[in-house]
């Protein structure tokens, strides 16, 4: 018979294994430059212009695309640099509805990006807005497949431990 305790170290350490191995997020330190977007939307076609401000990293910065994302679809579209520190792009946007236009960058060997929400409707429409230049990109969370199945077996170990503990000092008690 399974005692509980073993049931529930078993029961945390399922759910350790199903943790994600690799995690990627936005923290709010990874700022890396206001920068001021610009653009519009006509017949599903959408260009922006992103402006960065701070001139020490308009060199750093270089131009990879843009990319539109609405429910499941995702189209890329192009970006270009057309001044030291201004870019353009266009893309072209398939469905009506709101959609998530991102300007994304290369930033000192980790990639960098700026949102704008777009709605594609049968109105044309012009946008502004300022907003942080991000980086983002995949960091190591340091559980690896070993780390987990290395802590599973500890866990394990412990929760048979602590059972074959627990049986064997009420054992003793029912005999004295």
């Not at 960065?52 to 994302?69: F, H, K, M, S, Y």
Request: proline share 3%; net charge negative; aromatic share 6%.
């Amino acid at each position: 018979m399974i005692h509980r305790h073993a049931l529930i170290t078993a029961c945390c350490l399922v759910t350790l294994c199903l943790l994600p191995l690799r995690v990627s997020a936005h923290d709010g330190g990874d700022d890396i430059a206001w920068v001021e977007l610009s653009g519009g939307q006509s017949d599903g076609e959408a260009t922006m212009q992103v402006a960065v401000t701070e001139l020490a990293v308009c060199d750093q910065v270089e131009p990879l695309r843009l990319v539109g994302i609405r429910a499941e679809l995702e189209v890329t579209g192009t970006l270009d640099r057309v001044e030291p520190c201004r870019f353009e792009g266009s893309i072209a946007l398939p469905e009506s509805g709101r959609w998530m236009v991102t300007a994304q960058f290369s930033y000192d060997s980790r990639e960098a990006e700026v949102t704008m929400p777009v709605g594609v409707t049968d109105t044309p429409q012009e946008f502004q807005r300022g907003d942080w230049l991000h980086a983002v990109g995949d960091e190591e969370s340091g559980w690896t497949a070993n780390r987990i199945l290395l802590l599973a077996l500890l866990g394990l170990a412990i929760g048979a431990l602590v059972t074959f503990s627990y049986k064997r000092v009420l054992f003793v008690r029912r005999s004295v």
